[in-house]
């Protein structure tokens, strides 16, 4: 093989296929700034979202040989080895070079084994895709100095089955998007894990580094509503664990900061699973830091509240109460509360929050996407609307915001 690097930034990719391999593969696609095609009757909720906020294009329909016009490269995301076949053909015919999840040996590129470092990207090739990732975990403990205190990766000698003790389930933070806020430990066991169950708001670089043969669950995917689909979740981590296998739960900031972690811990030790439990970084601390607001700040807000806004403040279901907290003085972080932003900004208005009061919101943050909407209590809701900011967004109430200016510009300058 001839290790290579590409600068895709601006230049076509053709992926075809929208399953789970394309759900690994997309995000550094798109980190490299390419420009990704994407043809596949059906795509993942993953994919779909990436579609939806525009950052791919979707062909909604079967490869065509023509497709690979244009491309730099090909991705083929299948496991169907005569459509493989078709489309390793049509790239070949047209000199382009073909990346093939179903045989590598068939194919006129490969993806490197990848840790990623800051600005260091280590590229493992060579010998069977175990062994690579061998090699790049090993690379990996070395550049986070874990050395022995950390533990070093399991022997198969600690994988047990039915026939001895289960396994085990591991409930970890994943950070709120920047895929280098995942703790040490966090991402250590990553690399150990059978099976990972993730949902749609996971840094998607992170599944770009699990191990070929790793099953990787989408939670998002589970055709129930709400309920059913976490008595789902709930049963995979158990099955998955009693027959013998290494779980990693990955969930998108903090697993207990409304991640249903504290549900899939109960569900796991009434069958008697081992549990660990990984904090993680939570969007509702980061994603204001991120934007240079402080949560807290001397002289300004002594205080901070977490709260969730996926249900309108009049729901007979909602457990907030919104009187009080228009009462305190401190930081308000809203999050999911973007669809009910306008009920919400009104009810604290009514109930004694002066409408001049500063907010934020911040969409997507610490990730590329991030943007922000700096406005007015009163005024959020419109300027939300006409900004067409998009979930995942999370919303900031108070003094804070204003401190924020002289702290944007300090951020700016250590970029």
Request: glycine residues 10%; aromatic residues 2%; hydrophobic residues 50%.
């Amino acid at each position: 093989m001839y290790p290579l690097a590409l600068r895709l930034a601006g230049r076509r990719v053709l992926v075809v296929g929208g399953g789970a391999v394309a759900t690994r593969r997309m995000p550094a696609l798109l980190a490299a700034g390419a420009v990704v095609d994407l043809v596949a009757p059906e795509l993942t909720p993953a994919l779909r979202a990436h579609a939806d906020a525009g950052r791919l294009r979707w062909i909604p329909r079967r490869f065509q040989p023509d497709d690979v016009d244009g491309a730099w490269l090909v991705q083929t995301a299948v496991d169907d080895p005569a459509a493989a076949a078709q489309v390793s053909v049509a790239a070949q015919e047209r000199r382009v070079f073909c990346v093939r999840a179903d045989d590598r040996t068939a194919a006129t590129a490969w993806t490197p084994a990848v840790t990623r470092q800051g600005p260091v990207t280590v590229a493992v090739l060579g010998g069977t895709p175990r062994r690579a990732v061998a090699v790049r975990d090993a690379i990996t403990d070395l550049l986070e100095r874990k050395g022995a205190a950390a533990g070093g990766p399991r022997s198969t000698g600690d994988r047990v089955g039915a026939a001895g003790v289960a396994g085990r389930v591991a409930l970890v933070g994943a950070g709120p998007g920047d895929p280098e806020l995942i703790t040490v430990r966090g991402r250590r066991l990553l690399a150990e894990a059978d099976v990972v169950v993730v949902d749609r708001l996971i840094p998607g670089l992170l599944l770009d580094e699990l191990r070929p043969e790793v099953e990787l669950v989408d939670a998002s995917k589970i055709p129930y509503g709400p309920a059913r689909a976490q008595e789902e979740i709930n049963r995979i981590l158990v099955d998955r664990a009693l027959a013998g296998a290494w779980v990693v739960r990955l969930k998108g900031g903090d697993p207990y900061v409304f991640g249903r972690g504290g549900e899939e811990l109960l569900a796991c030790a009434a069958a008697g699973v081992p549990v660990t439990v990984v904090p993680g970084v939570s969007s509702a601390i980061a994603g204001p830091a991120a934007a240079g607001i402080p949560v807290t700040h001397r002289g300004v807000a002594h205080e901070f509240t977490v709260l969730s806004g996926h249900l309108a403040p009049d729901d007979a279901a909602s457990l907030v109460d919104w009187p009080a907290l228009a009462r305190l003085r401190g930081t308000l972080v809203i999050l999911m509360g973007l669809r009910n932003l306008a009920a919400i900004a009104a009810v604290l208005q009514a109930h004694g929050r002066p409408p001049g009061t500063p907010a934020a919101v911040i969409q997507e943050a610490t990730t590329g996407e991030q943007r922000v909407v700096r406005s007015t209590l009163a005024a959020v809701a419109v300027d939300t609307a006409a900004a067409a900011i998009r979930p995942p967004a999370l919303v900031v109430v108070g003094d804070v915001v204003e401190v924020s200016d002289a702290l944007r510009e300090t951020l700016a300058r250590g970029r």
